[in-house]
C-alpha cells in the first residue's frame, strides 16, 4: 500500500500536486490544535488589522485574528464534507448496487423511494430542519441530515451500472461457480462501480460543502462553530466588503477553493490507480 | 477435504458408462406480459445421453435451441426459461443424481467440481477489473479445498498444460490477446479436473489458427483429465475434427444424432444432408444451393415435423405428425418419417 502511494506520487503528476495541496489544507487545520485562541472567544486581539507579520491573514472586525480562526473553519468544513460524503455513499452504493442487482420488486421499491428525494427540493427542506431544530443544529446533526439527501442521484447512476454488470458473462460464471450474492456484488461488481464512487465522491463534497456555506451565509446554521460559511456570514454581517476589510472573505474562500482542487486532482489520479483501463487509455492505446 | 478430493479422483477411473442420460427435456421461455402469454419452445422434446470419457458435439444454425439446452443441462436457467418437463440425469463418483432434484448446496459441490461450463462468449467470462489470479480464486478456490499456496501452484501447473506462462496470472484479461485468454477461460473450467465440461461455441471468435490450437488443447485436457464434453459450435468443420459423436438439432428438437463420422459422410435428415453439402471441400467448384426460408419461430412452429416448411422431401404426415427418433444403425438416429420411417406394421406397405 505505501509503495502504491510512493509510486503514485514519483509518476503521478496529479497526485503529487493533489497530494501536496490537500496536505497543506489537512496541516493547516491540524494547527487548530494548537490555536492560543478558543475559536469562540471575540475582541482578544485588535480589530480590522490588516495582513502584518504580526498578523499574518489580518484581523476581524469582532477581534478576531483569521488565521487561527481559518484553521477551525477549515478543520469543520473538511470534517463535513468528508462525513457527508461518507454517509451518502454508503447510502448510495448499498442501495444502487443492491437494487441494480436484485432487480424486480426490490428494484422497484428502492427506486420509487430513490426518485421521491431526487424530486424533493433540497434547499427549502434544509431550511426546515433548522427551523425546527434551532439551538440544537450542529454540524453532525447537518451532515446527517444532507447525507440522508445527497445519495439518490448517485445511486440511481450506480444502479445503472450493476444493472448491466448482471448482464455480462462473468456475473452469470460467478453464480455458476457458487458465490453468493454478497459476494458477487463485492468482489465482482464493486471494483469496476469503484472510479464512480470517487468522482461522485468529489462531487458530492463539492456540493455538501457548497450548500453548506451558502445555509451559514445565510444564517441557516449554528453560527457559533466556525465554518468557512459562517466566517463568510460574520464578514457579511460586518458589511466587510464594503469596509475594505477584503481579508476576511478572501482567505477563507481561497482555502476552500484549495481543499476543492487537491481533492479533485487526489480523486482522478487514485482512480488511475483503481481503474486498470484508465491506465491503457493514458498510454494511448485506446484513442476514442 | 484433501480425502474427498483424491476419492473423487479415484471415482473417475471408470472409462465407461453413461455420464449425463437427457429424458424428454422440454424447456420454454414463458411470459406474461399484460395479460398476453407467450410461450418460445426453445427445446422440445429432447432425449440424449453422453458417455464417460467422449466428445459430444451438438450443432444447428443459430436460434436452434442449443444454448438453450445446455443452459438447461447445467441448471444455470432463470425465468422465463423453465423447464417443463423431461429430466436430467448426471452420473458423478457412481451416484445418479437428478440436477433439478438437488438442493442448492448438493448443487453447488457438484458444480465445477464435477460440472464445468464454459459460457457463450467466454472471451468475456473474465472480470475486467480483476487480474486472472483473482478470477481464478473466485470462481475455483472454494472447490478445490486446498490451501491458497497449493492451489496457487496447482493452478500455475495447470496453465502450463494448456501453454500459458504464470505470468499471465497478474495479468488484467484486457492485457492478454484473444486466444489466451481463450486458454484462460479452458484452464478456468478445467482447474478442478471435473468429470463433465460443457463448452458453449468455446472458439467462436478466434481466427481459425489459434481455433485449431485451442480446440486441440480443450481436446488433450479433456482427455488428460478424462472427463466428458459436450461441444456446441454451429461450425461442422469442427465437429468433425472433435467430436466424438454429433447431434443435429433443428427447432428445438434433435434432428439427427450419431458417430460423427456417419452423420457428416452418410447424413439421413434432410436438414443434414443441406448443413453437410454447405461445406466446402478443396477442390470442389459446384455452386452452393442455400436451403430456402428461414428456421420457424418457436413460438409458434409449424405442426408436425418442424422442418417440413422448408423440406424438399416432405410429404403428408410431415405437416401432421411429428416424427420419432429412429434408429438406423446402432447409435445412429434420425428423426425424420421419409428417411427414416418408423418400422410398424402396415406403414410400409
Known amino acids: 500500500m505505501l509503495t502504491i502511494f510512493r509510486d503514485l506520487f514519483r509518476y503521478n503528476r496529479e497526485f503529487r500536486i493533489g497530494a501536496l495541496l490537500t496536505g497543506f489544507i489537512v496541516f493547516f487545520a491540524a494547527l487548530s490544535l494548537v490555536s492560543p485562541y478558543p475559536p469562540q472567544d471575540v475582541y482578544i486581539v485588535p480589530p480590522d488589522l490588516p495582513p502584518s507579520p504580526t498578523y499574518w491573514f489580518g484581523t476581524t472586525s469582532r477581534g478576531q485574528d483569521v488565521f487561527w480562526q481559518l484553521t477551525f473553519a477549515i478543520r469543520n468544513t473538511m470534517l463535513f464534507g468528508f462525513a457527508v460524503a461518507l454517509l451518502s455513499r454508503l447510502l448510495s452504493i448499498a442501495i444502487g448496487m443492491w437494487s441494480g442487482y436484485k432487480g424486480g420488486i426490490v428494484d422497484r421499491v428502492l427506486m420509487s423511494i430513490n426518485d421521491t428525494f431526487i424530486v424533493i427540493p433540497l434547499f427549502p427542506l434544509l431550511v426546515l430542519f433548522y427551523f425546527v431544530m434551532r439551538d440544537k443544529m450542529s454540524w453532525p446533526l447537518l451532515a446527517l441530515a444532507m447525507a440522508c439527501l445527497g445519495w439518490a442521484y448517485d445511486a440511481r447512476l450506480i444502479r445503472s451500472v450493476a444493472m448491466s454488470l448482471k448482464n455480462r458473462e462473468f456475473t452469470q460464471q460467478s453464480v455458476f461457480s457458487g458465490m453468493r450474492t454478497s459476494e458477487i456484488v463485492l468482489q465482482e461488481h464493486l471494483p469496476y462501480v469503484l472510479p464512480i464512487v470517487f468522482y461522485t465522491t468529489m462531487n458530492n463534497m463539492n456540493w455538501s460543502i457548497g450548500l453548506e456555506v451558502t445555509l451559514s451565509v445565510l444564517g441557516f446554521t449554528n453560527i457559533d462553530t466556525p465554518t468557512i460559511g459562517v466566517m463568510i456570514y460574520w464578514a457579511n454581517q460586518h458589511t466587510a466588503m464594503v469596509a475594505g476589510i477584503w481579508w476576511w472573505i478572501f482567505f477563507p474562500v481561497l482555502f476552500v477553493i484549495i481543499l476543492f482542487i487537491g481533492l479533485f486532482l487526489l480523486a482522478i489520479s487514485m482512480n488511475e490507480y483503481i481503474d486498470p483501463r484508465s491506465r491503457l487509455a493514458r498510454m494511448g492505446g485506446m484513442r476514442g | ?349
Not at chain 2, 4 to 18: D, E, K, L, W, Y
Not at chain 2, 286 to 304: D, F, I, S
Open chain 2, 1 to 349: 477435504m484433501i480425502a474427498a478430493i483424491q476419492s473423487s479422483a479415484v471415482n473417475a477411473a471408470p472409462a465407461t458408462g453413461r455420464v449425463l442420460t437427457v429424458d424428454n427435456l422440454r424447456a420454454y421461455y414463458q411470459t406474461r406480459y399484460f395479460g398476453i402469454e407467450r410461450e418460445v419452445r426453445a427445446v422440445d422434446g429432447v432425449t440424449l445421453h453422453v458417455d464417460r470419457n467422449e466428445v459430444y458435439g451438438l450443432a444447428g444454425e443459430s436460434s436452434c435451441g442449443k444454448t438453450t439446452l445446455i443452459k438447461t443441462l447445467v441448471r444455470a436457467i432463470r425465468p422465463p426459461l423453465n423447464v417443463v418437463g423431461g429430466s436430467v440425469t448426471f452420473n458423478f463418483a457412481g451416484r445418479d443424481c437428478d440436477i433439478y432434484a438437488l438442493n442448492q448446496s448438493d448443487l453447488e459441490n457438484i458444480r465445477w467440481r464435477h460440472l464445468s461450463y464454459i459460457l457463450q462468449g467466454s472471451m468475456n467470462v473474465l472480470n475486467p477489473v480483476r487480474r486472472v489470479q483473482q478470477s481464478f480464486v473466485d470462481f475455483a478456490y472454494r472447490h478445490i479445498g486446498q490451501p491458497m499456496p497449493a492451489f496457487l501452484k496447482l493452478i500455475e501447473a495447470h496453465l502450463h498444460r494448456v501453454r500459458l506462462e504464470p505470468t499471465v496470472l497478474d495479468a488484467y484479461p484486457h492485457e492478454l490477446s484473444g486466444g489466451m485468454r481463450q486458454r484462460v477461460t479452458i484452464a478456468l473450467a478445467s482447474v478442478c479436473r471435473p468429470d463433465f465440461i460443457i463448452a458453449d461455441e468455446p472458439t467462436t471468435a478466434l481466427d481459425v489458427v489459434v481455433q485449431k490450437d485451442v480446440l486441440s488443447m480443450l481436446r488433450d485436457v479433456q482427455r488428460e483429465i478424462c472427463s466428458s464434453m459436450i461441444l456446441v459450435t454451429h461450425d461442422i468443420g469442427v465437429h468433425a475434427n472433435v467430436s466424438d459423436r454429433l447431434g443435429i438439432m433443428y427447432a428445438g428438437r434433435l434432428a439427427e444424432e450419431g458417430r460423427t463420422v456417419d452423420v457428416i459422410r452418410n447424413p439421413r435428415h434432410p436438414y443434414t444432408s443441406h448443413l453437410v453439402t454447405s461445406l466446402p471441400r478443396i477442390g470442389d467448384v459446384t455452386q452452393k444451393r442455400g436451403l430456402e426460408g428461414a428456421p420457424p419461430n418457436l413460438a409458434n412452429p409449424p405442426p408436425g415435423c418442424r422442418f417440413h416448411p422448408r423440406c424438399p422431401l416432405a410429404i403428408e404426415i410431415c405437416r401432421a405428425e411429428h416424427p420419432p427418433m429412429v434408429d438406423l444403425a446402432p447409435g445412429h438416429r434420425v428423426a425424420c418419417w421419409v428417411t427414416a420411417p418408423p418400422i410398424k406394421p402396415g406403414a410400409l406397405q
